[in-house]
């Protein structure tokens, strides 16, 4: 067994053991609920962490590879697969870069853009209170994961209604959407918004404001301002530390121009900072979703394309900004039915190259807070 | 943290908690009610293009208009490899002269659809039945018999889902 392990290198054979100067090496992970699928190798000094060496790439199922032995329609099943609580926020780039490749952009009718504003939003909203109900069960907090997974619940039914499935939607392709919506689907989206943004006002009372939770949450995984513009950080990650920075306002994409919402940062740059952030995104989507309701007119929801889809000779890119950052995607043509490349870039990646940086000088009992408040996600960062 | 914050955000959030005591039960009771968002079959209308909502669930094969084309095999090739076509020699349908139907293995399935908006006559279409648990794997193998059968209607009452701001989400029955 080959026990001298270099930490600089990530060891294949890893052995916990003890050093000389009495420091602890264990791994965190990857069986641990608290890391995910992906491990953390944490050189221990008592209590604190010294080091952490995120090894990653157990879950990776070579997303890029695979697109290009799949045409462009067979493509939206495996790409949303995984980040299965962003389905929406994944495909859309993809699908924005492919039209530009078919040269649809200008022509997707307005309701079809509306209808994909809709159902991103939503999509952030799930997964943002996905994100509150996963950092309740990490610090321990076992009531907000219940209430984050049941006003999710509410939200997935109502995306369910219009694309027939629960997850994993398929429901954005070339040209438009799949559907239109079906009646009362408006009505009970803005029957939810309502409710939801009385829960907003809850989790702030309940989680914010909290003592403990505080206590958790403040001062723990302090990420500065210098730090995460020089790592190329991206989403509520990069606001929490207090950069005004989204997509949605820099390069507006689909008809985000039209509608009027902030983009909430916090200076701090804490775990607290970043919660703080994902219970204000709840809310600005809520505004959005209220304000895009009311300048939806019937209308066509897309073009139909007839037979086999082949994008021009060229390249085309297209970024979005998803629940958890920018995701991108760049795909070469030639011309064929199969793309001849697809390179995805995930905010998820970008937010994993600090967290060997964050995550030193931390307690071991902060290391599971600090790991999610990162919004990384190692199965959408290995693709 | 100072004290007076400390006993402020602890009343604070314990008042919270205290008002939950006071909602409805969020949860549906499952096989009891079921809790289907829809109960309308997706359906593809190739003449307009567009597809009607619906939940994805089981297949329904419509025998006496499919034709044995394979479109919605060639749409499936690539995603799951769930669908297979199979030669059912005792069959007459006239429109179906190569006497090949579609199979479909839900042990595959993804269930996307989109084999239902590759059909162009209006034979396949997606049910709200999702409860597909079988003990043998290879009971989750439906022949075209088994899928142009109409799916059975469950006969438990569908939860009465009611969103209200002060006592929750709740199942009203």
């Known amino acids: ?78 790409i949303e697969r995984p980040a299965i609580h962003d389905s929406a926020g994944t495909t859309l780039p993809y699908i924005l870069a492919t039209e530009k490749l078919l040269d649809l952009s200008e022509k997707v009718p307005e309701r079809a853009q509306y209808i994909r504003m809709l159902l991103a939003e939503m999509n952030r909203m799930i997964n943002h209170f996905y994100f ?52 009362g689907f408006e009505e009970r989206l803005l029957k939810s918004c309502d409710y939801l943004e009385s829960r907003v006002k809850t989790y702030k009372d309940y989680l914010l404001e909290n003592p403990f939770a505080r206590m958790r949450m403040e001062n723990v995984g302090i990420i500065k301002k210098e730090d995460a513009i020089a790592f190329g950080l991206a989403g509520p990650t990069l606001r929490g530390s207090g950069v005004k920075s989204d997509v949605r306002k820099d390069e507006p994409y689909l008809l985000y121009d039209t509608v009027e919402f902030d983009v909430p940062s916090y200076p701090e740059g804490d775990a607290m900072a970043r919660t703080k952030v994902h219970i204000e995104e709840i809310q600005q989507s809520i505004a959005i979703i209220r304000q895009v309701v009311g300048k939806m007119k019937p209308g066509p929801v897309k073009i139909p394309l007839r037979g086999q889809i082949r994008g021009k000779i060229g390249d085309a890119y297209a970024r979005v900004e998803g629940a958890r950052g920018m995701n991108s995607y760049y795909i070469i043509s030639d011309g064929q039915v199969y793309p001849y490349r697809v390179r995805v870039n995930t905010a998820d990646s970008r937010n994993l190259a600090i967290m060997r940086r964050v995550l030193q000088g931390v307690r071991v009992a902060d290391v599971p807070v600090v790991h999610w408040s990162l919004d990384y996600w190692p199965v959408a960062a290995d693709r | 943290m100072k004290i007076t914050e400390f006993v402020k955000g602890f009343m604070i959030s314990v008042n919270t908690g205290i008002q939950h005591l006071f909602r409805k039960r969020m949860t549906t009771m499952y096989p009891e009610t079921q809790n289907y968002p829809t109960l309308d079959m997706y359906a593809y209308d190739p003449r307009k293009g567009i597809a009607v909502s619906g939940w994805r669930g089981r297949h329904y094969l419509d025998m006496t208009k499919c034709t044995g084309c394979q479109l919605c095999y060639i749409a499936c090739e690539n995603i799951s490899e769930a669908i297979e076509m199979v030669p059912l020699p005792e069959t007459n349908y006239p429109q179906n002269k190569k006497k090949i139907f579609p199979a479909v293995d839900y042990g595959r399935c993804v269930f996307c659809g989109f084999c239902v908006d590759a059909c162009p006559f209006y034979a396949l279409y997606m049910t709200p039945v999702a409860e597909l648990s079988e003990y043998d794997r290879n009971d989750l193998y439906y022949s075209p018999y088994e899928l142009s059968k109409p799916p059975a209607v469950n006969p438990t009452p569908r939860a009465k889902e009611k969103i209200d701001i002060k006592r929750g989400v709740y199942d009203e029955r």
């Not at chain 1, 995120?54 to 067979?74: A, F, L, N, S, W």
């Not at chain 1, 069960?137 to 629960?166: C, N």
């Open chain 1, 132 to 183: 509150l109900g996963i950092l309740g069960i990490f610090m321990g907090h076992s009531t907000v994961t219940t209430w984050g997974m049941g006003d999710r619940e509410l939200l997935i039914e109502t995306a369910a209604m219009m694309t027939g499935a629960r997850v994993t939607f398929s429901f954005i392709v070339p040209g438009g959407v799949r559907t239109d919506t079906p009646h």
């Open chain 1, 1 to 78: 067994m080959n026990t001298s392990t270099n930490l600089q290198g990530l060891p294949g054979v890893f052995e916990e053991e003890v050093s000389p100067e009495g420091k602890l090496r264990v791994s965190f992970g990857p069986q641990h609920p608290g890391s995910g699928h992906m491990r953390i190798i944490l050189t221990i000094n008592g209590d604190i962490v010294e080091d952490a060496i995120p090894d990653v790439g157990y879950v990776h199922r070579g997303v890029e590879k695979m697109c290009e032995y799949k045409t462009y329609i067979q493509n939206i099943p495996h």
